[in-house]
């Protein structure tokens, strides 16, 4: 046996699907046909305790039930302090050639290779139990099991952060989450404490605007951004560095849903995001994305505007262009959400040979905290153990004991150096072939202080704000109104808006119209902001992608709808890539024009339009009065106009003369009475929604 296996923790090598075969990891519920205890025993009677007679108390000597019992009030471990609510998968990772002129990390090393990776999105500030669609940042880690280790990416789908010295973490959280004093509101911003924390502190100015636009409401985890958000450090074999900021890419391209829908859709399905994953995966949907860096050297950083240290700044695409590395793809859901969504511990510090960290005091703090809260959360420094952490490569250490340790340690050496040889000698460290970290002159004197490199807050937020298409910048103002005019407290949004004025006088006097208030004197600004050059990859609608794929087309069929219409649809929907769901007044299904049955997915009153990305509504001879007679079908067709949907039409006179709409017809709601209209509306879906519907008529 060779030393590392030796000393190995149990479970390394192959993928846990392969682990998993042999029954010897993983317990699955249907692994034996007895129900027994935990420790084996077989279960007579899981129905019934043990009593004293038929009416009498329950016996201690009752062990299965004790066991049971016991087992169940110790199920809870706690959440996550931040991005408690979250929804994992797994996937591959694929280089997409030899990228080690930039890095010696062996996963980026040839084209094809393949790395295992388990990806966790979340919502940052709701709880466990939270809903989806809350305006909020999206996490977006990534565990790569690489052959020299485990790579955590622990990155948002928004590429700065609200502050840049870690010390201010625990305030921004205790701001943004639940009022101490209250216990709510729950998974949102939208309240005095975040406000008033974002409005003393001008350095989250840049990021609010991000929040406030529609990154915060993605129209599905596959349809959103990744990014390290830090600047992190390449290494090559021969020790020369790069920074470098990591971007995910999406392949669907980038989708965000409107804010009125985001508030329906979290009551018709709070678990949107975690079930359009799941749907997706499940039905061979594997979403994907590009992984790639901004490369760049300390010229660059030495002349860039800003600090390359400083998380609230990005470096635009414009200047420092995305070089791809490669291509993710999901391609498995979890067999159990607890043992792996919940017990996948991400950290900053894991990074195999080759990837290194900046000075960035963000991640500096960041790479200190994650191994903490592990602890906390998991219970035993032995949490590397768990299968979803356990690395794929060998593993050999000296680190011993613990609680739940489940590795069989062998030989006799547990120290180093030792003078044993063969199986009881030991690992030995790798030397150059470890993680060898950059080697960087450090000088200076001990000083809690910010760098004046770091004081300009607002320029880029400027250069958001003006790189946003005219809709994007509506939707930007209404969210701010939104938000502050959930503040109580008057003084909040005085000090939000006096910061406002430094970014753009535009943009605070229509959030004040909005808020119907004075527009305050700006804010004093530590640096003057100036105009930078806009920056158009940080726009979503600018970018958008002119597909279907991978969306959900929302069919509302009334009695006697044209089955042969039906089909088409259908059809025409899965072509470009996307799904479709039929939706009736009963669940039960409709009767269609050729006398079948159409079962449904959903009754309309639980299957509201807010669920699709775009709608038809098939009448048919007598389903015209009765959707308009129906409360549910009458907002499915108000809502998908309101929301700026492409709509088709057939048989649908009466619900539009019953909603209101009849004569407002636009270039995005067709009419479905011909073969030819099928074609023209699938293709019509791929494009925007139509946002120039004036929906306040
Ligand atoms: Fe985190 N963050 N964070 N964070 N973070 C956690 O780790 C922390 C920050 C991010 O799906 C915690 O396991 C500090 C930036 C994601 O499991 C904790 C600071 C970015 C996730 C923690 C930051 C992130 C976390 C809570 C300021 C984007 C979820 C539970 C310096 C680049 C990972 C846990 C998952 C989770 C600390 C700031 C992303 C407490 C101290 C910036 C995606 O360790």
């Not at 993680?435 to 960087?440: I, S, T």
């Not at 004081?455 to 250069?463: K, M, V």
């Not at 430094?502 to 804010?523: K, T």
């Not at 009695?559 to 996307?578: F, H, I, T, Y």
């Amino acid at each position: 046996m060779s030393p590392s296996k030796k000393t190995s923790d149990a479970r390394q090598a192959g993928p846990a699907s392969e682990r998993g075969q042999g029954g010897e990891l993983h317990q699955r519920a249907g692994d034996g046909e007895v129900l027994t205890t935990a420790h084996g025993v077989p279960v007579q009677d899981d129905q019934n305790s043990l009593r004293a007679g038929e009416r009498g108390p329950t016996l201690m000597s009752d062990m299965a039930f004790r066991e049971k019992i016991f087992h169940f009030d110790h199920e809870r471990i706690p959440e996550r302090v931040v991005h408690a609510r979250g929804y994992g998968a797994h996937g591959v990772f694929e280089s997409s050639g030899d990228h080690s002129d930039i890095t010696r990390a062996s996963l980026f090393a040839e084209k094809g290779k393949k790395t295992d990776v388990f990806v966790r999105f979340s919502t940052v500030a709701g709880n466990m139990g939270s809903f989806d669609l809350a305006r909020d940042v999206r996490g977006f880690a990534t565990k790569f099991y690489t052959d020299e280790g485990n790579w955590d990416l622990v990155g948002n789908n928004i590429p700065v952060f609200f502050i840049q010295d870690a010390v201010k973490f625990p305030d921004l959280v205790h701001a943004v989450k639940e009022e101490q004093d209250r216990g709510f509101p729950q998974a949102q911003s939208a309240h005095d404490t975040f406000w008033d924390f974002a409005g003393l502190m001008p350095e989250s100015t840049h990021m609010t605007l991000w929040q406030m636009s529609d990154r915060a409401i993605p129209r599905s985890f596959r349809m959103m951004e990744g990014f390290g958000v830090h600047t992190f450090r390449f290494l090559t074999a021969d020790g020369t560095s790069s920074f470098v900021k990591f971007h995910w890419k999406p392949k669907l391209g980038l989708q965000s849903v409107v804010w009125n829908e985001a508030l329906k859709i979290n009551g018709a399905d709070p678990d949107f995001h975690r079930r359009d994953l799941y749907d997706a995966i499940e039905s061979g949907d594997h979403p994907q994305w590009e992984l790639g860096v901004q490369v760049f050297d300390d010229a660059f950083a030495d002349e860039f505007d800003f600090d390359v240290l400083d998380a609230t700044k990005i470096i635009p695409e414009e200047l420092v262009p995305v070089r791809v590395l490669g291509t993710m793809t999901l391609n498995r859901t979890v067999d159990n959400v607890f043992s792996e969504t919940e017990q996948v511990a991400f950290m900053t510090q894991n990074v195999p040979p080759g990837i290194d960290f900046s000075n960035d005091p963000l991640l500096q703090g960041r790479n200190f905290s994650y191994l903490d809260t592990q602890l906390k959360r998991l219970g035993s420094t032995n949490f590397t153990q768990l299968e979803i952490n356990a690395p794929r490569c060998p593993v050999a250490h000296f680190q011993r004991d613990g609680h739940m340790q489940t590795a069989h340690q062998r030989g006799r050496a547990n120290y180093e150096p030792n003078s044993f040889t063969g199986e009881d000698r030991g690992p030995r460290e790798a030397g150059a072939a470890g993680h060898v970290p950059f080697a960087e002159e450090v000088s200076g004197t001990t000083r809690r202080i910010r760098a004046e490199s770091f004081a300009d807050h607002y320029s880029q937020a400027r250069q958001f704000w003006v790189s946003q298409t005219p809709v994007e910048q509506d939707h930007i103002v209404a969210a701010y109104v939104f938000e502050l005019g959930k503040c109580e407290i008057p003084a909040i949004r005085t000090q939000v808006m006096a910061n406002l004025r430094n970014v753009d006088e535009q943009l605070a006097s229509r959030v004040a119209d909005g808020l119907g208030m004075e527009l305050p004197a700006p804010s004093e600004a530590a640096v003057q902001p100036v105009d930078l050059d806009p920056s158009p990859a940080v726009s979503i609608l600018g970018n958008a992608k002119e597909t279907f794929e991978g969306r959900k087309l929302g069919i509302l069929v009334g009695r006697g709808a044209d089955a042969a219409q039906v089909d088409r649809l259908r059809k025409a929907v899965e072509k470009a890539g996307g799904m479709t769901q039929v939706v009736a007044v009963a669940v039960g299904g409709e009767s269609l024009s050729d006398g079948s049955t159409l079962e449904a997915d959903h009754a309309v009153a639980g299957g509201p339009s807010v669920l699709f990305d775009a709608v038809a509504i098939l009448a048919g001879e007598e389903g015209g009065q009765q959707l308009a007679d129906e409360p549910a079908a009458r907002d499915f067709l108000t809502d998908a106009f309101n929301h700026f949907k492409v709509v088709g039409l057939h048989g649908a006179d009466a619900l539009l003369a019953a909603t209101g709409l009849d004569g407002k017809t636009d270039e995005a709601i067709l009419v479905l009475g011909s073969a030819e209209d099928v074609t023209s509306f699938v293709a019509r879906c791929a494009g925007p929604r139509h946002w120039d519907r004036d929906i306040t008529a």
